[in-house]
């Protein structure tokens, strides 16, 4: 979530500062007479209020120095408060104490407009203000100033909204604005660097002062230069007076300090020994707090931590005393405070504050009330709510009845309120929704109803997402697809929306942002996405960022990347250089990161590998080096791998060898931990798990043990016999799966042989012919297996044909050795794939084996199609020699195999 997204409203900070002054001298500060202000003079309008819809009754008047008790409205009310005559007086105060003046009556003035303000419940609209600021060109503060008058003059002044900034605002009220809140900072500042005796610095003061000036951040004011060093300036007096602070003052200042660092601010060593001060205060303190104090402190923590706060153990007590709190007066709190609990408990937990009992319960308690208080969510509530159950269930919580309820009363809220939601809060709501719904949540006509709320909207606020927020939304509809969601017209339009902003904030994002969009635009065009140039111009942009922060990403980023990556170029990507380079990058922090992945990452890695190297990509001696750091991993977490995950390795390791990669003991050992574990879960595996094992376990050959691959192949073909639904695909590679497996026992005189495995051959084969193949896998395949068992085959396949230079110069050899031998070349016998030499007079056949008929090229361990190949032949009563390419590289070592064909055709 965005830390943007959880901000606290003042309502649950505002605390009174209304002090009494005894009199309004102040010692001399060295700083000389009271300042006049450098603003041009206004024209002053008439005193009224022109936004008369703007205001609210209030529920009485407020008493000051300069308003009677008596009854009016509030634009009436307003106007008694700025007369020209107040002003006069402030300044005639100001002028006759000189540099005496202690500020005591411009913080009751101060006061008097927080007062209006919290009796009308809300902050000075612009109005008000724009009329306020032309009577205030000639407030300022000095430094001559007491502690209780600037703390006061800033808190109220704050609390009623003088300085927050409206859009689009008066150069003249934006001027005297900074003018004023410069002075005043200047002044505390200077009481701060004051010995102890001459500031009369309090706690309260030092809360108030830090509430104020995180509620001038959040509202929109600049952290300027003068700002910061304020803040830098009383830090060091919260350590201090630590001691001091009161229950409501402890809060204040946390909630203060997590705004303030959710900003921006530094966290400097003062400022983290500031927080660290103030926690075992919260424990001490922990019955004294309200519910608003509860609620504001658990929000501080989660803040805090989310910016990288250490959570040390007087954090831990910290939240452990609070939490049970949570329970205890849950019926106290108010829309705005149940919204920033929970965001708090999921942010804490996604920090890796473990999911302990009392952060359960007091979760289990709150999810009650979103359902009871669902008519009072504005919309940043209903968007923080649903992101923090999404949270949650990401990490684990349990989808309970109860939360189930809470998700049921806010999703028609996201319908309801749709036009007033923000950019952060659309992008927050379809990520929520996705991983809900990507962690067993059902799809239910509400999801999809507030799905197809939000999509139009993405385009419609596309301005003003950040990178956070694109990243977000890429993400939650790339996972809608891959779940089965429909690409609706509304869904691609959002998509073609953000993809050229993902190329002008490219260095904006982050290292997680950068592996999510490459999955995402990898999953999208997966899923059908046409890579349009908007697509393409973003994948230009994000793969430089992989090589600038690759030693940020962590080990599911990198899992990710290289899938993506694999999954891009198998979807006719280009491997562009930048691609390429990527790749590169990536490789040596696979064997850095090894101890820390898990099973579905060593998965997706080596499923990743095999298919970049299925598609050219060059095996390089740093990719053959991450090739045998995975297969370790796969030993070593042999026991942790789900179906799925297991069909995928076997798939991955026997594309791997079938693309020359080395033989390895890795590679041996981590086909066999597996295949053991397909007989230990073979009732788990679905259609296409079952074709892929087959399919691996026939293509890697010899490498596997008979007896282990001929015991996998009748684990498999027991779930085919279940009525699985097969595609036609997956149909054709578990035929030509039981035809290798049926070969190998074919060829090995020991074996014995298995009439079942053929049953199932015939089975696939008559499926395979009623699904009519027009591939020409398919055709080769069914061709072979109707040879196998007798039968006439309707498909006739045109098979490619090419003689090698070694091929040539044995057959020229043979020939010329043999003169009367009669020899033909590329032959298609029985409609099988063409033999490489046939002498139809001896009934012989003669393969010249290049390194592609072994597994790893090392011209021993057979790959199943040429076992498969070998056995069809001999089955139609050919003889077969094989001879390896290395064994023919020049005339001398061919002899041997000249005089054992002489042999063979009594031709000595």
């Known amino acids: 979530m965005d830390r943007r997204s959880s901000g606290i409203s003042g309502r649950y900070t505002r605390s009174g500062n209304d002090y009494n002054q005894p009199n309004n001298h102040a010692p001399s500060s060295g700083r000389g007479r009271y300042r006049h202000?450098?603003?041009?003079?206004?024209?002053?309008?008439?005193?009224?209020?022109?936004?008369?819809?703007?205001?609210?009754?209030?529920?009485?008047?407020?008493?000051?120095?300069?308003?009677?008790?008596?009854?009016?409205?509030?634009?009436?009310?307003?106007?008694?408060?700025?007369?020209?005559?107040?002003?006069d007086d402030l300044l005639s105060k100001s002028d006759h104490f000189g540099h005496r003046y202690n500020g005591k009556n411009h913080s009751q003035f101060a006061n008097s407009i927080k007062e209006y303000t919290s009796a009308a419940k809300r902050p000075l609209n612009r109005a008000e203000q724009s009329q306020l600021m032309r009577m205030l060109q000639n407030f300022i503060p000095t430094r001559s100033w007491n502690w209780r008058s600037l703390t006061t003059t800033l808190h109220s002044l704050t609390s009623a909204g003088v300085f927050t900034p409206h859009f689009p605002m008066d150069e003249r009220v934006k001027l005297t604005q900074a003018h004023l809140l410069s002075t005043l900072l200047d002044a505390i500042i200077f009481n701060c660097s004051q010995k102890p005796q001459a500031r009369n610095?309090?706690?309260?003061?030092?809360?108030?002062?830090?509430?104020?000036?995180?509620?001038?951040?959040?509202?929109?004011?600049?952290?300027?230069?003068?700002?910061?060093?304020?803040?830098?300036?009383?830090?060091?007096?919260?350590?201090?007076?630590?001691?001091?602070?009161?229950?409501?003052?402890?809060?204040?200042?946390?909630?203060?300090?997590?705004?303030?660092?959710?900003?921006?601010?530094?966290?400097?060593?003062?400022?983290?020994?500031?927080?660290?001060?103030?926690?075992?205060?919260?424990?001490?303190?922990?019955?004294q707090f309200k519910a608003q104090g509860i609620a504001n402190l658990l929000w501080a923590m989660a803040k805090l931590v989310d910016n990288g706060l250490e959570q040390t153990p007087g954090f831990k007590e910290a939240v452990a005393a609070l939490l049970p709190h949570v329970n205890a007066q849950k019926n106290q709190f108010i829309p705005q405070g149940i919204a920033n609990l929970l965001w708090a408990m999921a942010k804490l937990v996604e920090n890796t504050q473990q999911q302990t009992p009392g952060l359960n319960e007091a979760t289990a308690a709150l999810l009650p009330l979103v359902n009871a208080q669902r008519d009072h969510f504005i919309p940043q509530h209903i968007a923080n709510l649903l992101w923090a159950m999404a949270k949650l269930v990401d990490n684990g919580l349990e989808q309970t009845p109860e939360l189930n309820e809470a998700l049921a009363a806010l999703l028609p809220l996201v319908h309801a309120q749709k036009n007033q939601l923000n950019a952060q809060g659309i992008a927050n709501l379809l990520w929520a929704i996705t991983k809900l719904v990507n962690n067993g949540q059902e799809w239910t006509p509400e999801f999809n109803a507030a799905v197809a709320a939000l999509l139009p909207l993405v385009n419609a606020q596309k301005n003003q997402l950040n990178a956070v927020g694109i990243a977000k939304l890429l993400w939650a509809m790339a996972k809608l697809v891959d779940i089965g969601q429909e690409q609706t017209p509304e869904l691609n339009e959002a998509?073609?929306?953000?993809?050229?902003?993902?190329?002008?904030?490219?260095?904006?994002?982050?290292?997680?942002?950068?592996?999510?969009?490459?999955?995402?635009?990898?999953?999208?065009?997966?899923?059908?996405?046409?890579?349009?140039?908007?697509?393409?111009?973003?994948?230009?942009?994000?793969?430089?960022?992989?090589?600038?922060?690759?030693?940020?990403?962590?080990?599911?980023?990198?899992?990710?990347?290289?899938?993506?990556?694999?999954?891009l170029v198998d979807n006719e990507q280009k491997p562009t250089p930048g691609l390429n380079e990527a790749v590169a990058t990536l490789l040596p922090h696979v064997k850095v990161q090894k101890a820390n992945f898990k099973p579905q990452d060593i998965s997706n890695l080596l499923w990743a590998m095999a298919k970049l190297v299925d598609n050219r990509f060059k095996q390089t001696p740093e990719f053959n080096e991450t090739v045998t750091t995975l297969l370790t991993c796969v030993i070593i977490q042999k026991a942790n791998f789900n179906p799925q995950e297991i069909a995928n390795l076997l798939w991955a390791m026997a594309k791997l060898g079938d693309n020359g990669q080395e033989q390895t003991p890795g590679l041996y050992g981590a086909v066999a931990e597996l295949l053991h574990r397909v007989n230990a879960q073979e009732d788990q595996f679905i259609a296409q798990h079952v074709a892929n094992l087959l399919w691996a376990t026939a293509k890697l050959g010899e490498l596997i043990e008979l007896n282990l691959a001929t015991s996998a192949c009748e684990s498999l073909v027991y779930r085919i016999s279940e009525n699985l639904e097969f595609s036609r695909e997956e149909i054709s590679m578990s035929l030509w799966g039981v035809m290798v497996c049926c070969a190998r026992l074919a060829l090995d005189s020991n074996a014995n042989k298995n009439n079942?495995?053929?049953?199932?051959?015939?089975?696939?084969?008559?499926?395979?012919?009623?699904?009519?193949?027009?591939?020409?896998?398919?055709?080769?395949?069914?061709?072979?297996?109707?040879?196998?068992?007798?039968?006439?085959?309707?498909?006739?396949?045109?098979?490619?044909?090419?003689?090698?230079?070694?091929?040539?110069?044995?057959?020229?050899?043979?020939?010329?050795?043999?003169?009367?031998?009669?020899?033909?070349?590329e032959k298609s016998l029985n409609s099988l794939p063409p033999v490489d030499l046939l002498l139809p007079d001896h009934n012989m056949v003669i393969e010249v084996q290049g390194p592609s008929h072994y597994v790893g090229g090392d011209f021993k361990t057979r790959k199943g199609s040429t076992l498969l190949k070998i056995a069809l032949l001999k089955k139609s009563g050919f003889e077969v020699i094989e001879i390896p390419v290395n064994r023919l590289w020049h005339q001398d070592v061919m002899k041997p195999f000249i005089d054992q064909i002489k042999k063979r055709t009594n031709s000595q």
């Open 37 to 87: 202000a450098t603003v041009r003079p206004w024209d002053h309008p008439p005193r009224t209020v022109p936004d008369r819809n703007e205001f609210y009754h209030s529920s009485g008047t407020r008493s000051s120095q300069h308003l009677q008790c008596r009854s009016v409205n509030p634009a009436q009310d307003f106007n008694a408060l700025i007369t020209q005559e107040i002003m």
């Open 201 to 287: 610095i309090d706690a309260r003061g030092i809360a108030n002062l830090l509430w104020a000036m995180a509620k001038l951040v959040d509202k929109g004011q600049r952290q300027t230069p003068e700002f910061n060093k304020a803040v830098v300036a009383l830090l060091p007096h919260v350590s201090a007076m630590k001691d001091q602070f009161k229950a409501q003052g402890i809060a204040n200042l946390l909630w203060a300090m997590a705004k303030l660092v959710d900003k921006g601010q530094k966290q400097t060593p003062e400022f983290n020994k500031a927080v660290v001060a103030l926690l075992p205060h919260v424990s001490a303190m922990k019955d």
């Open 495 to 567: 998509v073609a929306a953000l993809l050229p902003y993902v190329n002008a904030q490219k260095d904006q994002f982050n290292a997680q942002h950068v592996a999510n969009l490459l999955w995402v635009m990898a999953k999208l065009v997966d899923n059908g996405l046409e890579q349009t140039p908007g697509l393409n111009e973003a994948l230009v942009a994000l793969l430089p960022q992989v090589n600038t922060q690759k030693d940020q990403f962590n080990v599911r980023d990198i899992a990710n990347l290289l899938w993506a990556m694999a999954k």
């Open 756 to 825: 079942v495995l053929e049953k199932h051959m015939d089975d696939l084969l008559t499926r395979l012919k009623n699904n009519s193949p027009h591939d020409e896998e398919d055709q080769s395949t069914m061709i072979m297996a109707s040879s196998w068992l007798g039968r006439a085959c309707p498909v006739v396949r045109q098979y490619q044909t090419a003689i090698s230079k070694t091929q040539a110069d044995f057959r020229n050899q043979l020939q010329s050795c043999m003169p009367s031998l009669k020899i033909e070349e």
